[in-house]
């Protein structure tokens, strides 16, 4: 589903995260890279620059987690800003649109926070289009998080940590043993109609398992979470967006209940639980019928919860095998399956970084 995915706006948090503004654009593998086309806007609403998908410096990967292109439309390699609000300077824009030149559907059109709303396009692609304007927690000069538009809710607007080339979906790595009832199994392994212990409801029939291996550096590194931290029995490693249950007084004390599944990217703490870069990196998830818990080396997370706009990033037949299992997920709009605890989102969740022991 092509979007605009990420906006990177602040040059202060740039500054301290060493990474420069950018805009990042997803779009599905059976998607045509070159029938999009970004513009970036001035606040008056004259069009600045517009940059295809298809140019040269526009950096270009695949997010392992779902297998959506990512195209990221860097300060590093063009002459744009997007701080908020109404920087001064012709580099710096105020708008930015996503347009369908195949179709010419404007898909996308954002400002952000405050200054100057709702812009009417003059020129450009997105001519006579009119800006949404997407609101910010803080402002520029202070704030740690980007605009992002992830899976599995591509459609809802959260403020993460920046993550360029990262949409969402979460999964283990290859080699971690999942509980089984005839004991420990490495999660690679395990097929469709293979039984699997699930914390809430015993044994469980997998309905679908699906891996890609991708290279494990930067923002697609697995995440270490060290043995003795949350139960863990020995270090365990999954994927930045892979969901953990947090239970007790951790939870209870920032979130209000008992339990709660927080994304593993949010409990980094540079010390038990940190990135670890590696040559290659195997991602794997489990589905079953309903949401559920798994135990993995003592380690309570999550199976794959899918929706139906999420199923959009995959490879289409993966999509389609998963489709025929759960036909309600080409038309269900959000989490077709009921998550099975209440889900933190990351910026509260990053309150637990140092508190998971």
Known sequence: MARISELHYSNAYAASSGVSEFLEVALSPSEDPADFTVSFYQSNGQVGIEIPLTHPDVQVSVDPDNGEIIYVISADDFNILLTDPDGGGSNNYEAYALTNIDTSEV????DIGGGTQNIVAVDGLAAGETSDNLAVLVGPNSTTTTLQFNQPNPDTLVHDVVGPG??????????TLVDTPSG????????????????DHGPQVLRWSGQTTVRGQGEFAPVR??????????????????????QGWQAELVFGADEVLVPAKALVDGEQVTRADCDLVTYVHLLFDDHQLLRTHGLVSESFLPAGEGMKGWEKDTAEEIYALFPELRLCPDACLTPVRMIARTREAAMLAGLAA
Request: aromatic letters at 8%; charged letters at 20%.
């Open 107 to 110: 898909i996308d059109f954002y």
């Open 166 to 175: 990262d949409t969402g979906i979460a999964c283990f790595t290859a080699g």
């Open 184 to 199: 420990p199994r490495r999660v690679e392994a395990l097929r469709a109609g293979d039984l699997v212990l699930t914390q």
């Open 225 to 246: 979470i060290a043995q003795g931290v949350l139960g863990a029995e020995k270090d365990i490693y999954v994927s930045p967006q892979h969901r953990i249950l947090v």
